[in-house]
């Protein structure tokens, strides 16, 4: 079995069964929020680190927001469902989020392990070794 | 981060805490929805961070009020500042679950980079696990929520022969003239805000068409004595996309405010809406619920749900009406096509055809015919100066042509009279055989014959 690129810190936070037997290796286009500028590594940082990368606090109000999709990266099954997730947010929300651009990639199975979630969201825990900057392109701005 | 004024207070005055579920998320909880120990519900709501700690806004909410939001009839900015509370509170978390800085912040002091806009209803899937609450309030929301949205027309006679009650005719009649101007109100708006959106203007009609049959008036309360009746409007079936939606929700308190919050005694309120809607459009709007507002068996009043409007009207006067509704296009009926019919009614021998009713008419109608034209006959001349007894009927043909200009011919007496109406050229005609009846005693006939000695027997000098 090929090692997550992310194990340490899974591993270093007690996270069970993350990720559970739910996620398989498959190929799926994939659309993130993302910065303008692509080359911005904070686009291609799970939740966990993004935060530490920042200096913000890990964003939980209970102790079980501790969840194993802090370790994987968020993305939307279309473009549809990632531009309609955004713009429920309260513009408050989004100002803090940060995110202004769409970037779509196109996951392959050597890439990761896929979980698909409610809301046409999937979580994509990437292998080790795995660079997924090369993969991705901008193809739009979020508003 | 924002500064807060607030209160501070040790600790948030709940027990027991536990998240239900997270509403929102995004790489970590957004709105969340918590409940205490006496099963109370409240919501975080991320709002601010820095580097130490993330601040959240927490407030009550009832089930109900959940409910609504999770169905996107309520915005998350409504629950925010929904007056059933003062205050919400303000508590900062860090990274260890360590509550700092908690502080009753009152609704007005909330940051304004915090207020939250119009356009925040839930839209997401609703977690599985409250389908139970959705199946609760289900039932009785649709009827609940048409209800604390409608307004109420209280009808009040103008006088009290029978007490506070209004006749069922006068109901019938008041509620079908409501609802025409509210249908014809919900198409203008329609096609002011949304005809620019569409390439065809068939599909533009059928969406307006499906609008007006989703839209009609619900009657949501009804009350007699003083007749009151609230009326709502759908908000749950819909066409199309989310400003429909936008558009739907807030048409009727459009109509309220465009056409039942207007003073008609003010020149200058009327003429703004003359302004603003084309004559056509003022008549399908205006002219029934000016109808309703001067009809003289009752007086209106109308209010909402909860009381925070009132509208009494008096009657609007003729030359207020006119602003809004010219004569010349209050009458546009006038100028429809008219046509003759002749009819065979059956009667009692004793009734009078004169005076028979509407009801009469209809119930002795054995058929009817159209015609091009009728022959009419009168065995007497009534005229200005003289009454004539005649020794024949005098004949002629009575027609009503495509402009609705009113003939009436005898070709026998060289006479042909028009008019705009029955009246006139019945009046006319009287005026021309009187005239040559008058010419022929004086000596001025020049034809081969009289015919006018064969026909009258007698001409009675009125003088």
Redesign the interface.
């Known amino acids: 079995m090929k090692n997550l690129k992310y194990h340490q810190l899974i591993a270093n936070n007690s996270l069970n069964n993350c990720p559970d037997n739910e996620c398989n290796e498959m190929e799926t286009d994939a659309f993130r929020?993302v910065y303008e500028d692509i080359s911005n590594e904070l686009n291609y940082l799970p939740?966990f680190l993004?935060n530490e990368k920042q200096?913000?606090?890990?964003?939980?109000?209970?102790?079980?927001?501790m969840k194993c999709?802090?370790c994987a990266l968020?993305f939307y099954v279309s473009q549809e469902k990632a531009k309609?997730?955004f713009v429920?947010?309260?513009?408050?929300?989004r100002e803090?989020?940060g995110y202004t651009h769409l970037g779509y990639i196109n996951i392959s199975k050597d890439m990761g392990l896929v979980n698909f979630e409610?809301?046409g969201h999937l979580d994509l825990f990437e292998y080790e070794n795995i660079d997924l900057s090369g993969s991705f392109s901008i193809i739009g701005a979020l508003n | 981060m924002e500064k807060i004024k607030g209160n501070i207070i040790s600790q948030l005055p709940f027990q027991g805490l536990?998240?239900v579920s997270d509403l929102?998320e995004?790489?970590?909880?957004?709105l969340?929805h918590f409940r205490d120990e006496y099963d109370n519900d409240y919501l975080?709501y991320?709002?601010?961070?820095n580097?130490?700690?993330?601040r959240?806004l927490v407030w009550k909410i009832d089930e109900l009020h959940l409910y609504k939001y999770l169905k996107g009839t309520e915005s998350?900015k409504e629950l925010l500042e929904n007056k059933d509370k003062d205050f919400v509170y303000s508590i900062e978390?860090?990274?260890e679950?360590q509550y700092k800085n908690i502080a009753a912040v009152y609704l007005n002091q909330i940051p304004e980079?915090?207020?939250?806009?119009e356009e925040?209803?839930?839209?997401?899937?609703i977690?599985k696990l409250y389908l139970p609450v959705i199946e609760k309030y289900e039932s009785d929301f649709y009827l609940t929520t048409l209800r604390e949205l409608s307004l109420e027309f209280t009808l009040e006679p103008s006088n009290h022969k029978y007490s506070t009650t209004i006749s069922a005719l006068d109901a019938g009649i008041f509620l079908k003239k409501l609802c025409n101007s509210y249908l014809n109100f919900i198409q203008e708006d329609f096609f002011s805000k949304f005809k620019h959106t569409f390439g065809d203007y068939s599909r533009l009609q059928k969406v307006v068409g499906q609008f007006k049959e989703i839209l009609t008036p619900r009657i949501v309360e009804l009350e007699y004595g003083s007749f009151k009746v609230s009326i709502g409007s759908d908000f749950t079936h819909t066409v199309g996309n989310d400003e429909y939606n936008k558009w739907q929700r807030e048409i009727l308190n459009a109509y309220k405010e465009e056409v039942i919050d207007v003073d008609y005694s003010s020149s200058e309120s009327l003429n703004r809406i003359a302004e603003k809607y084309e004559v056509d459009a003022r008549r399908r709007i205006y002219g029934p619920y000016l109808d309703i507002l001067n009809d003289k068996d009752y007086k209106v009043e109308v209010t909402n749900y909860k009381k925070t409007f009132r509208k009494v009207y008096n009657r609007v006067e003729t030359s207020k009406r006119k602003i809004l509704i010219p004569e010349t296009i209050e009458n546009n009926h006038d100028n429809e096509k008219r046509k003759l019919y002749s009819v065979v009614l059956e009667l009692d021998e004793k009734q009078d055809i004169k005076n028979i009713s509407t009801k009469g008419l209809k119930e002795g109608l054995l058929f009817s015919q159209e015609m091009k034209d009728v022959e009419i006959i009168w065995n007497e001349i009534d005229g200005t100066e003289y009454y004539f007894e005649l020794n024949q009927p005098f004949k002629f043909i009575f027609t009503i042509d495509n402009n609705n200009s009113y003939k009436a011919e005898n070709k026998e007496f060289g006479l042909e009279a028009i008019g705009s109406d029955k009246d006139e050229v019945f009046q006319n005609i009287i005026h021309q055989f009187e005239e040559n009846y008058i010419k022929i005693t004086n000596g001025d006939f020049a034809g081969d014959s009289n015919p006018y000695s064969t026909l009258i027997k007698n001409a009675i000098s009125l003088n």
């Open positions: 929020w939740t993004y200096n913000r606090p890990q964003r939980k109000n209970s102790t079980d927001d999709s802090m968020s309609e997730a429920v947010l309260p513009l408050r929300v803090m989020l409610l809301n | 536990k998240k929102i995004y790489d970590g909880p957004i969340s975080y991320w709002v601010d961070f580097e130490s700690v993330n959240w998350l978390i860090d990274s679950l980079k915090y207020q939250i806009e925040s209803t839930y839209k997401l899937d977690p």
